[in-house]
């Protein structure tokens, strides 16, 4: 079975600093990985993804991920905080069907 | 339309009493799928719909639960009888992919369901 593991349900870091969100994952054949961030009152939206080839993944807003099998991690993150990056965060993982499996959701808080 | 519309966004419902939850997707997107989220938690796969078809609807809890997608478009998620354990974000979302899974999910904003 498939599992993914956000560690810290919520991270608060200063504006200016680094960024680092942990995911890790269970998978038993190679997985497809994703983040999505959620805004209030908005819907999730696709931050990056990683399918196959490099590693490292950059996706929008400054943020990028790795995947590292060896460590079966998927971490998030961006060198410079922003305010506006406060939102909450999701690692997801599909296996090449239809259903994509969520993690419970990193919240990130951002002072100034 | 521009996204994925849901209606409604807000539903406030008795315990027992029946609710529709209504997705609109992005226009030519064929594949649709239901989730939903609990406070605190990541979205939870309910049914995924390939055209008019429920391709695999295993993410239901019971069934009370039921979905349909009549003309491969709009889609009704119906809960009958509902339970206060049923209040949760309601969350649809649409994709161009078929068959092989690797590509984005859009969301809608999602239909916050509370049954009192």
């Known amino acids: 079975a498939q599992s993914v593991t956000q560690l810290g349900s919520h991270v608060s870091v200063s504006e200016g600093a680094l960024v680092l969100l942990r995911c890790n994952y269970s998978s038993s054949v190679p997985p497809y990985l994703f983040w999505y961030v959620q805004y209030p009152n908005q819907g999730l939206q696709l931050l990056l993804k990683?399918?196959?080839?490099?590693?490292l993944v950059k996706g929008i807003n400054g943020f990028e991920a790795e995947f590292k099998k060896s460590e079966t991690s998927f971490h998030l993150t961006k060198p410079s905080a922003h305010m506006s990056d406060a939102a909450e965060y999701f690692c997801a993982l599909s296996t090449g069907g239809f259903k994509t499996i969520f993690g419970a959701g990193t919240r990130l808080f951002v002072k100034a | 339309g521009a996204g994925v519309s849901q209606t409604p966004s807000n539903k406030v419902t008795e315990k027992g009493k029946y609710v529709e939850l209504r997705c609109d997707p992005i226009?030519?997107?064929?594949?649709l799928y239901w989730y939903r989220q609990s406070l605190g938690q990541g979205p939870e796969f309910l049914i995924y719909?390939?055209?008019?078809?429920?391709?695999?609807d295993s993410g239901l809890p019971n069934d009370r639960f039921f979905a349909v997608r009549p003309e491969g478009s709009v889609s009704t998620l119906k809960i009958q009888r509902t339970e206060r354990g049923d209040s949760a974000v309601y969350l649809c979302?649409?994709?161009?992919?078929?068959?092989?899974?690797?590509?984005?999910?859009?969301f809608g904003e999602g239909s916050r369901l509370t049954v009192l």
């Open positions: 226009s030519g997107h064929t594949a």
């Open positions: 719909f390939q055209g008019t078809g429920a391709a695999d």
């Open positions: 979302a649409s994709s161009v992919t078929s068959g092989r899974h690797t590509g984005e999910l859009f």
């Open positions: 990683y399918t196959t080839g490099a590693t």
